[in-house]
């Protein structure tokens, strides 16, 4: 099978297609007897659907449409209603590409107007105070959705958390800046817009999610991948300080660590590619080179900046220090101590480098280390040696995985001991059985399904007990934590060891569950020492 083929399937278990309706919440409904049946938000009241005693609410605005003179702007209240908005189908995916970086994956219908989350509770009153879980999904920045299946919240919801799962603008619209942007800001920056909308979605958590019987002074951000990126930001921006008690991050590397390919830019450096978008598209020689830019079409804005990454990144933008929401590099915060006292449960898996790996040859791989590396290549090198083309592969699918996610999630676990809170590290090595995803391992992505207990919605062939098992464990754990701080207050049967710089202790999660210690050593000492940190 090629290795197309073989990325296609893997994302189908990361994302799973999703078909998604025009409009979100939007049809008038009838008035019924309870509260939960009629959540009244700050904006207006909406009904939702019971499921198997569990409510479901989708597509709920949480934001106006950033459309037209908003695109580009910070994310603004959504225009309030007064009938009953009915929130029985998720609204439109933030714009993407169509053939996007993992392989085909379509998650339906797209529209610019797509500020909406969605919302699982199994309270049968507002005032039952559950904790609640707000999902990031990830995408590179550039793409996913909240309503993708595999993360429907229903299972989750079941342990007794109220789950939301949010959109966030993407790509150009997401997080293009350009000089004139950041003129016409009141804080004087540009860029970041999709970082402003999860602070959107999680101050709207705050005003609202007591009425879906969910507790604003027990949440917890969790999300995968670039949702995992975003909640390193989200921890230490002072825009998100107060927002959320406990953060979930699921192989989010700080990219600049162990695998230094996207280092964040200054909002001078995001602005002059935001330039170099609007010269591409020739915006730049009209009169009002702004208007011609809120002019363009997504699609436009997509092609753009469609241009690939240096190597095995997926990452065309990414958020910037610009100052405000981020006031300086997320790995340099945390070194501080300066990211927010929250509990932090963090880890990756097994062979995350799998579906990032590009075809080069041997010659081609040792460039690669010395471009990235310098005068530290050599290390590196002896570390993840590759003596023929057979074993480029492999040795790279160690070095991402080991100096790029590993590392990266030891370090943010060390880190929490400088603000008294604690830590719990993680490595998810289980595999699925369906053939047509061996040579992928423990691939990017594939605790997801497990952590939702969604296994039945991705389409795989092979799944057994020790999945379902498996999955059950995860819950308990991901809820336990997001109940207490502490993994262990849920119902799982494995005591998971909390992270300390002493005893580097970490729980393995596969096909037998274990805790294990001194997560990579060799390769989290080399980041360390190529960082001074």
């Known amino acids: 099978m090629s290795r197309k083929a073989m990325v296609s399937i893997a994302v189908l278990c990361m994302l799973t297609t999703a078909t998604l309706l025009a409009a979100g919440c939007g049809s008038k409904a009838t008035t019924t007897e309870t509260t939960l049946e009629i959540p009244q938000l700050d904006s207006g009241p909406i009904s939702g659907i019971l499921e198997e005693g569990v409510w479901t609410y989708k597509g709920i605005p949480f934001a106006a449409p950033p459309t037209g003179e908003l695109r580009w702007k910070e994310p603004q209240p959504v225009e309030p209603w007064e009938e009953v908005l009915a929130c029985d189908s998720y609204g439109p995916a933030c714009p993407q590409p169509k053939d996007d970086w993992t392989g085909m994956m379509d998650v339906g219908y797209t529209d610019e107007d797509c500020l909406y989350l969605n919302v699982w509770t199994p309270a049968e009153s507002p005032d039952e105070e559950l904790p609640v879980m707000v999902w990031i999904h990830g995408g590179a920045f550039r793409s996913g959705a909240g ?32 000089p004139l942007l950041s003129q016409e800001s009141p804080e004087g920056v540009s860029g970041n817009y999709g970082l402003f909308d999860q602070v959107a979605a999680l101050e709207w958590v705050q005003d609202n999610i007591d009425v879906f019987g969910g507790d604003a002074d027990t949440v917890t951000v969790f999300g995968e991948s670039a949702g995992g990126m975003s909640i390193l930001d989200l921890m230490v921006s002072p825009l998100a300080d107060g927002l959320f008690d406990r953060a979930i991050v699921e192989s989010g590397p700080m990219l600049d660590l162990g695998l230094p390919i996207n280092e964040m830019p200054t909002l001078e450096e995001a602005e002059k590619t935001g330039e170099e978008i609007s010269e591409e598209l020739g915006c730049d020689e009209a009169e009002d080179e702004l208007a011609a830019l809120r002019e363009t079409t997504p699609d436009e804005l997509m092609a753009a900046t469609s241009a690939g990454n240096q190597f095995f990144s997926p990452i065309n933008l990414s958020p910037n220090i610009d100052g405000y929401l981020l006031s300086e590099n997320p790995s340099q915060a945390f070194a501080d101590g300066g990211q927010h006292a929250v509990p932090l449960l963090t880890g990756i898996n097994a062979n995350e480098g799998t579906i990032f790996l590009p075809d080069i040859t041997l010659n081609q791989y040792g460039l690669m280390g010395d471009y990235l590396y310098g005068e530290n290549a050599a290390e590196v090198e002896t570390l993840y040696p590759a003596q023929s083309e057979a074993e480029v592969k492999p040795s790279m699918d160690r070095l991402i995985t080991q100096m790029g996610f590993g590392a990266s999630a030891r370090f943010t676990a060390d880190c929490m001991e400088k603000v008294g809170e604690p830590a719990y590290l993680y490595l998810f090595t289980q595999t699925l059985k369906d053939p047509r ?27 057994d007990e020790e999945d379902y098992a498996l999955s059950e464990e995860m819950m308990e754990y991901w809820t336990g934590f997001a109940s207490s701080g502490d993994p262990n207050s849920g119902g799982a049967s494995v005591q998971w060891p909390a992270y300390t ?31 001074g940190l």
């Open 501 to 531: 710089a002493d005893t580097a202790e970490y729980l393995e999660l596969g096909a037998t569950i274990t805790p294990a210690a001194d997560l990579f050593q060799q390769a989290y000492d080399l980041v360390m020492k190529i960082n």
């Open 147 to 178: 309503s993708l299946p595999v993360y429907d919240g229903h299972n989750l919801a079941e342990k007794g958390v109220v789950v939301v799962t949010i959109n966030y603008r993407l790509g150009a619209l997401g997080l293009m800046a350009h």
């Open 437 to 463: 995803t061996t040579a992928l391992g423990s691939f990017h992505g594939l605790e997801i399904m497990y952590v939702f207990g969604n296994l039945d919605k991705v389409g795989v062939e092979g799944l």
